[in-house]
């Protein structure tokens, strides 16, 4: 057909027609209407009065980028084509159209028969309709379909009969376009696995149509032959289901009595609960109470073998019982620690639920609190946020919401939540990246809520409580809110020193301030003066643990710096941030002492680090300055005898698994003294080293048979008891610091001639911070010092001939250590811990 004949048959052409008929009809009758053919060009190219190659879309609208507004004109009574989806008919009009025979002559598609136009018109729409759907498959990604099928689209007439099922591998999957994540995931509940956008089986998932093929080719061709499956789904899962419900012989039988797990079942969940939400308490106390009375399954017992190891230590009631280094409570959490290790391993990776990550955040931090292999803490750490990326704890559990039900959903995110402090906290101790500095997650912070608020029936989870609030989830869920703070500052100090220069470091620390000010009180400051009222009590470590760990950041951004202070002194406000963070985090592990809370002693190892730090800040400061680090100096000592204290109630209830930490506090502690002019060098020395013997002294007191040796028939009868100064008392004229009912032992030695100390007289400190009797003048840092009396472990001064005198300075004698003493029944090298400067930090590092 020509294009003039197709312009002369426009609209228009034909109202005027129409109108001219009207006009000269006398009768005023309408004229007998033409039969209006099909015009075969789309709308669009007669509009624009372009010639049209009649494909769907045609090239036409192709070429101009409008291949939606491609549309053909239709009789009346039928369809138009549709252009969001294949009706069921189109592949059976195909195969009808693909089947007409050929006449030779003309081609059916221009035969005048209006019969075989009707035909020919319903072809082109079906062929019309499956071009549509291939289009829009490519026009997404190439691959996959992701939208909804669209509504049936009306039957053609003549067709209604015709209905022809579309083999599944070309049905088009139905995803909904805001849950594309769900592409990432398998499975449901905690057995879900997680793979990225670049894995095989995601490559192998948007190949659409492969499994229903391989499917049908199976049920054809592969079934006929006999091959049948081999692996029965069905009896699979029930065998597993036996196997979780049996015993396990060998974790029963470490097993202590009902009492004991009593016992420690609580600490755990009254302290460390408020920090690592691992459990869901009510759900475990259900479970609980049937534990002593049913059969018991292996991982129950293996979950509360490692809530016993966490808070074993904690239970201990002083004076403990020891083996060698290790207490008897620290020998009993290794034991269940190995045990449950054991068992995991034994574990299917495939088939996890929700208490075997459970099991795993518990050895963990059972291995930390009890400091179990230390040097591979950092690894341990990111080798499980590995394992939860793995399983997808990282994204958002709500997306997959009929896979996972409410209460999994807030377990998943207080599981994610635990483990990202564990890795951090690790990545911070070891000076090493975290895994998380450069991962991506979407997941919620943990809601603000109590257990009671929901269990495992919940079908909705309540809202999120205000973060004035306290609640035992309170400490996740606001910490959630300085974590990609936390997280830049950890990527930062393990990256290269030359990016970090002093301008980032003071932005970095306005904004750890601006965070540490942004954090809620809850009335800590009362219920630290109300201890009686337990329910008040209960915010003070979650807000202690908020503030370190946002301080701690400060004392590594600021280090590098200290040593430029008498170059330039812009950089003293480097020296006072960094010692006011290190005091502040002193005093905030010592209030929680004094209210009885140790479990952030065993969850950190400030006590070490935080010495450290105040020993070097204040060594930097020449001797006689008057800023404000020396005036403060003699509070930097008690802020030191608090650090000893903490370090020496974690040995005395643990056991010193890491004697050289000690020694170098003792160490640090005598140098900072002789800095400081408060004692000569030799006299700081000799208390070093006294402090040192008497704790060790205590640990051998403990001993289940007593290597006293002769040292115990060496003192003197003649000195009297009172001569000896206790040493190492924080303040108070009282003769002991009790805290929850057991005394807080700190780093004190008793001095001077005597029998060694009664095992009860070895818990108790005393007021003096000096190894030395007391004298009447005051000494200064140069004047004279005399000998002080002979402390209990040294060789009798009663035959002066006897010792071997050596002077240092006029009237001063330093008398040697007694020859017999000895610490080898503890398995402690003096030589490696004291006599080298050059300290093999690998050897002595558990």
Request: with cysteine.
């Amino acid at each position: 057909m020509s294009e003039p004949s197709e312009r002369s048959e426009s609209p228009a052409n034909t109202e005027s027609q129409l109108g001219h008929h009207d006009h000269h009809d006398p009768d005023g009758r309408p004229p007998p209407r033409k039969r209006q053919r099909v015009r075969l060009s789309c709308l669009e190219c007669r509009r624009r009065k372009l010639s049209c190659d009649r494909e769907f879309p045609c090239s036409r609208c192709l070429q101009s980028g409008t291949p939606e507004r491609c549309e053909y004109e239709t009789r009346p009574g039928l369809a138009p084509p549709n252009k969001l989806g294949l009706q069921p008919t189109a592949l059976a009009g195909l195969d009808a159209r693909l089947s007409l025979p050929s006449t030779g002559g003309e081609s059916p598609y221009f035969r005048k028969d209006g019969r075989e136009s009707d035909r020919i018109r319903r072809l082109e729409l079906e062929v019309a309709q499956l071009k549509s759907l291939l289009v829009k498959q490519l026009s997404l990604d190439g691959s996959t379909v992701h939208a909804r099928s669209p509504p049936d689209p009306p039957k053609l007439d003549g067709c209604a009969d015709a209905e022809v099922e579309v083999p599944p591998f070309l049905q088009t999957q139905v995803t909904c376009a805001d849950r594309e994540e769900l592409r990432f995931f398998r499975g449901k509940e905690f057995k879900t696995r997680y793979f990225g956008p670049h894995s095989a089986y995601l490559a192998f998932q948007e190949l659409s149509g492969l499994c229903p093929f391989m499917k049908e080719t199976s049920e054809e061709w592969l079934r006929p032959l006999h091959i049948h499956r081999t692996k029965d789904r069905l009896k699979g899962a029930e065998e597993r289901e036996r196997k979780f419900r049996e015993p396990e012989p060998a974790l029963e039988a470490l097993l202590p009595s009902k009492e004991e797990t009593d016992s420690l079942v609580n600490i755990y969940l009254d302290q460390f609960e408020q920090v690592h939400r691992i459990v869901h308490i009510p759900s475990f106390r259900r479970d609980y109470a049937k534990f002593w009375s049913e059969p018991r399954n292996a991982a129950f017992t293996a979950l509360v073998l490692a809530i016993m190891a966490v808070s074993s230590c904690l239970s201990s009631q002083l004076p403990n019982k020891f083996e060698k280094m290790l207490s008897s409570t620290h020998v009993n959490a290794i034991r269940w620690v190995e045990a449950v290790d054991q068992w995991q391993e034994r574990q299917s990776q495939k088939h996890r639920r929700l208490i075997h990550y459970q099991i795993a955040c518990l050895v963990y931090l059972a291995k930390r609190v009890n400091t179990v292999k230390k040097k591979r803490f950092w690894r341990n750490a990111g080798s499980m946020t590995q394992d939860a990326i793995s399983v997808g704890l990282h994204r958002e559990p709500s997306h997959m919401c009929d896979k996972i039900s409410p209460f999994n959903q807030e377990m998943r995110r207080r599981l994610w939540a635990t483990i990202q402090s564990y890795d951090l906290q690790a990545s911070f101790d070891h000076g090493l990246p975290s895994i998380l500095s450069s991962l991506h997650y979407d997941v919620n912070q943990p809601r603000n809520i109590d257990d009671d608020d929901f269990d495992e029936d919940t079908q909705e989870l309540p809202p999120s409580r205000p973060p004035t609030e306290y609640t035992f989830s309170s400490y996740q869920h606001i910490s959630r809110q300085s974590l990609p703070l936390r997280l830049e500052l950890s990527r930062v100090l393990t990256g290269p020193p030359e990016e970090l220069d002093y301008d980032r470091v003071i932005r970095y620390t306005n904004e750890i301030n601006q965070e540490i000010d942004s954090l809620p009180s809850w009335d800590v400051i009362e219920s630290s003066a109300s201890s009686q009222n337990p329910v008040l009590k209960k915010p003070l470590l979650a807000y202690t643990v908020l503030h370190i760990q946002l301080r701690q950041y400060i004392i590594p951004l600021h280090q590098p710096f200290l040593r430029l202070r008498k170059a330039n002194s812009k950089y003293q406000y480097s020296e006072i941030i960094y010692y006011n963070a290190a005091r502040d985090m002193v005093l905030l592990h010592d209030r929680l002492a004094q209210q009885g809370i140790r479990t952030l002693n065993f969850l950190r190892e400030d006590s070490l680090t935080l010495a450290i730090n105040l020993t070097s800040v204040t060594m930097l400061q020449p001797r006689g300055s008057t800023n404000m680090i020396m005036i403060n100096s003699q509070h930097t000592l008690q802020l030191l005898e608090k650090c000893l204290a903490m370090k020496e109630d974690r040995i005395l209830r643990c056991g010193n698994n890491e004697p050289w930490g000690y020694s170098i506090m003792c160490a640090a502690f005598g140098l900072l003294e002789a800095h400081l002019g408060t004692k000569t060098p030799e006299a700081a020395k000799a208390a070093s080293a006294e402090r040192f013997v008497h704790l060790h002294w205590k640990l051998l007191a403990g001993q289940q048979e007593m290597p006293l040796g002769s040292q115990q028939s060496v003192a003197g009868a003649g000195s009297g008891s009172g001569s000896g100064v206790g040493v190492g008392g924080s303040g108070g004229g009282e003769q002991g610091r009790m805290v929850g009912g057991t005394p807080f032992v700190g780093g004190g030695a008793v001095v001077g001639g005597g029998p060694p100390p009664s095992s009860a007289e070895m818990f108790v400190r005393s007021k003096s911070v000096t190894p030395f009797q007391p004298s009447s003048s005051q000494q200064g840092a140069g004047q004279q010092v005399e000998v002080p009396g002979t402390p209990w472990w040294m060789p009798n001064a009663a035959d002066p001939s006897a010792i071997p005198q050596v002077s240092y300075h006029p009237g001063e004698v330093i008398q040697p250590l007694n020859p017999d003493f000895s610490l080898e029944a503890l398995g402690l090298n003096l030589n490696e811990l004291w006599g080298s400067g050059n300290f093999d930090w690998d050897a002595m590092m558990p």
